[in-house]
């Protein structure tokens, strides 16, 4: 996502705001810029601290999760929670390391979504299981957007998984490709933006 003002951000959140301290224009050397916001705002990696007092923070991310061989699964028809039967049925045969979910309720049309379908926590434990390591989801959440208990949060986090909220998967069909997208290193905080890239695992280097 292009975290620009206007960027939506979830409600009651620190939206984007940028300025300028020194302009070329004015006579200064160089252009400066400035920027204020949530770290949540536009693609993000969540860190356990997050949701946990005492947990890791965002510059404790391990790396190589977020780097690596990624399925994404369209879930888009899904009305209800995303259950282990709702994604077979979109294709998901087993279970991979790093999981994206397309489910078209996404900050890349221009607001910030009603509502989007969600794995349940049973399923997210399922995943994690077998060996799943990182979520990621082009909604604002992996959990509800109503959820007060975040419980798909904790079953990722108490499994050693991970998670990537706010992806632009709009021009991205189902598949299998190649994730590249590494927190910025960002010291003691709950979340780090992220620039995500997928690269199409059918094209040669």
């Known amino acids: 996502m292009t975290l620009a003002p206007g960027t939506p951000e979830w409600p009651g959140d620190t939206p984007f705001a940028c300025g300028w301290n020194w302009r070329m224009a004015d006579g200064a050397s160089v252009n400066l810029s400035t920027i204020t ?7 993000h990696a969540d860190a356990p601290l ?23 699964v369209d879930v888009s028809q899904c009305r209800e929670a995303v259950t ?9 045969a087993s279970t991979p390391a790093r999981l994206l979910l397309k489910t078209g309720q996404s900050i890349a049309a221009g607001g910030f979504p009603a509502g989007w379908p969600a794995l349940t926590a049973e399923c997210a434990a399922a995943l994690v299981a077998g060996g799943l390591r990182l979520l990621a989801v082009d909604c604002p959440s992996v959990d509800d957007r109503e959820s007060k208990t975040l419980a798909v949060h904790h079953a990722l986090f108490d499994g050693g998984a991970f998670i990537l909220e706010n992806l632009d998967l709009s021009r991205v069909g189902a598949g299998a490709y190649y994730l590249v997208a590494a927190p910025v290193k ?6 780090a933006p992220v620039r ?8 040669g280097s």
Request: no cysteine.
């Open 37 to 43: 916001t949530s770290p949540h705002v536009g693609t």
């Open 50 to 72: 997050h949701v946990r007092d005492g947990a890791a923070p965002s510059d404790q991310l391990p790396l190589e999760v977020y780097i690596g061989p990624a399925v994404v």
């Open 84 to 92: 282990r039967d709702a994604l077979r049925a979109a294709g998901l």
């Open 186 to 191: 960002l010291g003691g905080l709950d979340a």
């Open 196 to 203: 995500a890239v997928l690269l199409n695992t059918n094209i």
